[in-house]
Nanobody
Framework: VQLQASGGGLVQAGGSLRLSCAASKSIFSIGVMRWYRQVPGKQRELVARITHSRQTNYADSVKGRFTISRDNRKNTVHLQMNSLKPEDTAVYYC?????????????????WGQGTLVTVSS
């Protein structure tokens, strides 16, 4: 399984971007889906997560500005980022707990996408 992330780019402060991530293969189910970000020299940070039933959690630094959503039929997750700040500049990674078969439902594997760069200029 590959998680293909897209939507990164260069935007001015105050602008918006929408990141998307899709699973590349037919799978049984996806549990929690997440977006992380990482700045060179720093630890990877959890930005937002969403359960299969669409319960969401956000890092304090993005609450009220970012919205995570998912389409369970298309096995995709999105991150709508508004009111972007220069400190949001990072490589953003999607992450998901995936069950390839029904027998894997209670022991899904964790997968990472390849990362997409978001640059916010001041």
């Amino acid at each position: 399984v590959q998680l293909q992330a897209s939507g990164g780019g260069l935007v001015q402060a105050g602008g918006s971007l929408r990141l998307s991530c899709a699973a590349s293969k037919s799978i049984f189910s996806i549990g929690v889906m997440r977006w992380y970000r990482q700045v060179p020299g720093k630890q990877r940070e959890l930005v937002a997560r969403i359960t299969h039933s669409r319960q969401t959690n956000y890092a304090d630094s993005v609450k009220g500005r970012f919205t995570i959503s998912r389409d369970n039929r298309k096995n995709t997750v999105h991150l709508q980022m508004n009111s972007l700040k220069p400190e949001d500049t990072a490589v953003y990674y999607c992450n998901a707990d995936i069950a390839m078969r029904a027998s894997d439902f209670y022991t899904p594997e964790n997968y990472w996408g390849q990362g997409t760069l978001v640059t916010v200029s001041s």
